[in-house]
């Protein structure tokens, strides 16, 4: 089955604590992103990764690091410098370099810092 | 800028038609997105709509687009309890790396 998969599905982090949240895909996609999702409102882009070795910051960038060595894999590392990162994370894909950016989702990670 | 807005919340009634209003403002997307989340979930693309058409459909969802006033809309036919999400809808500003997404609809069918 081809798809894009995230765990752990439910973290637990405590404060001053960094996290690394998995993202892995097999559709050979070339772009892979990270959202994140809180209640009320809609996607916001943290990075996304056009090609491996490649990755730019998206609108909420501050906190959070990503790497991108293998083109399946996109981890998302939420530091302790992220103020409130209590959310819901999505990763998502597409197949890149094209107008219809037609992205497809991971059943997403939600981090809960106590 | 861009920006994308919807409603927050539709309730319908089991069978009745169900629509979904978005405007954006970006005028150079050339492809705009119909999602959809169920609860805990991540989100599922339901259809997308091309630039240069004013409708599509597929099975029971109609897409209507009004690129003059930067209106999309989402009409879904026969709505039963399994269509009970959020829908968002997103545009794909000008390149190639970014979808921009409204806050969502959360729709609600009761019987």
């Given at each position: ?7 752990p599905?439910y ?9 690394t949240?998995?993202?892995e ?8 992103y990270?959202y994140?999702q809180?209640?009320?409102?809609g996607?916001r882009l943290?990075?996304?990764?056009q090609?491996?070795n ?7 960038a ?6 991108r060595?293998k083109?399946?894999s996109?981890?998302?590392?939420v530091?302790?410098?992220q ?9 998502a894909?597409s197949?890149?370099?094209r107008?219809n ?5 991971g059943?997403g990670?939600?981090?809960t810092?106590? | 800028?861009e920006d994308?807005e919807?409603?927050?919340f539709l ?8 629509v979904?209003n978005?405007?954006y403002?970006?005028?150079s ?6 999602y ?10 339901l259809?997308?709509i091309f630039?240069?058409?004013d409708?599509k459909q597929?099975q ?6 009004n690129?003059?006033?930067?209106h999309?809309?989402l009409?879904i ?14 545009e794909?500003?000008?390149g190639?790396?970014?979808l ?12």
């Amino acid at each position: 089955d081809g798809g894009i998969t995230q765990s752990p599905k439910y973290l637990f982090r405590k404060e001053g604590q960094n996290v690394t949240l998995s993202c892995e895909q097999n559709l050979n996609h070339d772009a892979m992103y990270w959202y994140r999702q809180d209640p009320g409102q809609g996607l916001r882009l943290i990075y996304y990764s056009q090609i491996v070795n490649d990755f730019q910051k998206g609108d909420i960038a501050e906190g959070y690091s990503v790497s991108r060595e293998k083109k399946e894999s996109f981890p998302l590392t939420v530091t302790s410098a992220q103020k409130n990162p209590t959310a819901f994370y999505l990763c998502a894909s597409s197949i890149g370099q094209r107008k219809n950016n037609e992205q497809f989702f991971g059943p997403g990670t939600r981090l809960t810092v106590l | 800028g861009e920006d994308v807005e919807q409603s927050l919340f539709l309730s319908v009634r089991e069978g009745d038609s169900s629509v979904i209003n978005c405007t954006y403002t970006d005028s150079s997307s050339t492809y705009l997105y119909w999602y959809k989340q169920e609860p805990g979930a991540g989100l599922q693309l339901l259809t997308y709509i091309f630039s240069n058409m004013d409708m599509k459909q597929d099975q029971r969802l109609t897409v209507l687009l009004n690129k003059k006033d930067k209106h999309l809309s989402l009409r879904i036919a026969d709505t039963q309890t399994g269509d009970s999400a959020i829908y968002f809808c997103a545009e794909s500003p000008g390149g190639y790396n970014k979808l921009i997404f409204g806050a969502g609809t959360r729709l609600a069918v009761h019987p």
